[in-house]
T-cell receptor, first 113, second 110 residues
Framework: DTEVTQTPKHLVMGMTNKKSLKCEQH?????MYWYKQKAKKPPELMFV???????INESVPSRFSPECPNSSLLNLHLHALQPEDSALYLC????????????FGPGTRLTVT | QQPVQSPQAVILREGEDAVINCSSS?????VHWYRQKHGEAPVFLMI?????EQKGHDKISASFNEKKQQSSLYLTASQLSYSGTYFC???????????FGTGTRLQVFP
């Protein structure tokens, strides 16, 4: 099974809402990632978890809060977002960091109103 | 320091060949190649780890020149299914993160 699943597929939220994005993989991968992708742009790395610990935070605003409850799950908690945060949020996993291919989930299309 | 890809866009007829280049200003340890179709997630194509390494499967291959900090993706006898945006992703020695290149949009027509 080489699948990374993400829920929800679409999310519309107001600037005062709190919501969470979920990501799951069952490939035994030890690294998991959150990326943000704007239209016609490459994915931008937000966070990296390695062996369930946060290893990279790309100076992401605190209104985005990642969580890794276990080796298969990755959450992204959202609070007080801005309209410019509207984007496709991609989760990915790999056997370990950098030297291994990353498998991407289908993404969550987020719209902040 | 985002890797720069060239060309930005390519239009091909089925059966034609294309080369996509990826150039970095940083010393590279690895280069990944991904293809993303519209509205879908990026899909892994291949990874190159050593200087001067060349890899390929079917009609898609790639090379990595560590000294020049460059990689190229070669698409031969293109098929309609090759259409999409191609991204290189580069890994450097002093960081564990992958940085994606500017992207190359490839369209293949019958």
């Amino acid at each position: 099974d080489t699948e990374v699943t993400q829920t929800p597929k679409h999310l519309v939220m107001g600037m005062t809402n709190k919501k969470s994005l979920k990501c799951e993989q069952h490939m035994g991968h030890r690294a998991m990632y959150w990326y943000k992708q704007k239209a016609k742009k490459p994915p931008e790395l937000m966070f990296v978890y390695s062996y369930e610990k946060l290893s990279i935070n790309e100076s992401v605003p605190s209104r985005f809060s990642p969580e890794c409850p276990n080796s298969s799950l990755l959450n992204l908690h959202l609070h007080a977002l801005q309209p410019e945060d509207s984007a496709l949020y991609l989760c990915a996993s790999s056997q370990a960091e950098t030297s291994y291919e990353q498998y991407f989930g289908p993404g969550t299309r987020l719209t902040v109103t | 320091q985002q890797p720069v890809q060239s060309p930005q866009a390519v239009i091909l007829r089925e059966g034609e060949d294309a080369v996509i280049n990826c150039s970095s200003s940083k010393a590279l340890y690895s280069v990944h190649w991904y293809r993303q179709k519209h509205g879908e997630a990026p899909v892994f194509l291949m990874i190159l780890l050593k200087g001067g390494e060349q890899k390929g499967h079917d009609k898609i291959s790639a090379s990595f020149n560590e000294k020049k900090q460059q990689s190229s993706l070669y698409l031969t006898a293109s098929q309609l299914s090759y259409s999409g945006t191609y991204f290189c992703g580069t890994g450097s020695y002093n960081t564990d993160k992958l940085i994606f290149g500017t992207g190359t949009r490839l369209q293949v027509f019958p």
